[in-house]
């Protein structure tokens, strides 16, 4: 069981946005807040104790006391750990079941959305990995719906339980998505049904379908109010506009169980966090 929330902080605006975001997210569900500063060389070996604060930049130690400030009676912990800090921040993350990471850190090149370390954790890491920008929509505390996007032909049970236990923390509803190819002309068929009528038929079989994988979920989660649609465009466009009103996107990541050692990002989650105007969680799933 999950006992903190990992956030990665390098003293950037974008790390900052995310520390704030698993603060409200720890605050919430009682957990403590363990901020990760990763990277550097290691620290020769000495026989007196380290004082950690000394590796930690002064902008890091700053946002520790404001959030200490802002969320009284909130344990926030904060480390150095030197080494890769993509192999830090993953092996912190996966301990606790989860990692919150700036879309962007000081490395980060400019008119890029989302760095090199954020794209690898998302792709690499076994645990949900979170990804917040700053001056994004849905931080913090910040009202609105949880948005998961599903494929009811073979929804992962990893993705549907993440975006169903968030909306119950927050007390959110939650809008679950399946884009499917419904085209504006229909189907040629012998039916007596215009075009238009062949189409909208698709989409209430589509919703009927995606009713009934939800309907488990719901029994499970009876306290999260549930919005499911299914929409005609494209996946990632559809949640990317979907992110405008939320408080966290949720999509997953396929590991295949003959490859489990490739990991990648597909093309729905790639535009999602290139583009998306609040937090997404990329959530692995077989």
Request: with cysteine; glycine share 12%.
């Amino acid at each position: 069981m999950s006992h903190a929330v990992v956030v990665g902080v390098d003293g950037s605006a974008q790390s900052a946005a995310a520390a704030e975001w698993a603060a409200y997210q720890a605050h919430r569900s009682g957990m403590a807040l363990r901020m990760i500063h990763a990277g550097g060389a290691e620290p020769e070996l000495s026989a007196a104790p380290v004082d950690q604060t000394q590796s930690l930049p002064r902008a890091v130690l700053a946002l520790r006391g404001h959030l200490v400030e802002v969320l009284p009676g909130l344990d926030v912990s904060c480390e150095h750990v030197p080494g890769s800090p993509v192999h830090a921040l993953i092996a912190a993350g996966e301990r606790e079941g989860q990692l919150v990471l700036g879309s962007r850190g000081l490395g980060g090149l400019t008119g890029l959305a989302v760095g090199s370390v954020a794209l690898r954790a998302a792709a690499h890491a076994a645990c949900p990995v979170i990804l917040v920008r700053a001056g994004a929509d849905g931080q913090g505390g910040a009202p609105g719906d949880v948005v998961v996007g599903v494929d009811s032909s073979r929804p992962g049970a990893e993705v549907l339980a993440f975006a169903f236990e968030k909306a119950a923390e927050r007390g959110a509803n939650l809008r679950v998505l399946e884009s499917r190819d419904l085209p504006a002309g229909g189907y040629v068929t012998a039916a007596p049904l215009d075009p238009p009528e062949i189409t909208a038929a698709l989409a209430a079989a589509a919703l009927v379908r995606l009713q009934d994988t939800l309907t488990p979920w719901q029994k499970k989660f009876p306290e999260v109010s549930v919005e499911a649609e299914v929409t005609g465009w494209p996946a990632g466009k559809a949640l990317v506009e979907a992110s405008r009103s939320a408080s966290l996107v949720v999509v997953g990541r396929r590991t295949p169980r003959n490859r489990p050692a490739v990991p990648g990002l597909g093309t729905v989650a790639h535009a999602v966090l290139h583009h998306t105007h609040g937090p997404v969680a990329v959530v692995p799933h077989d």
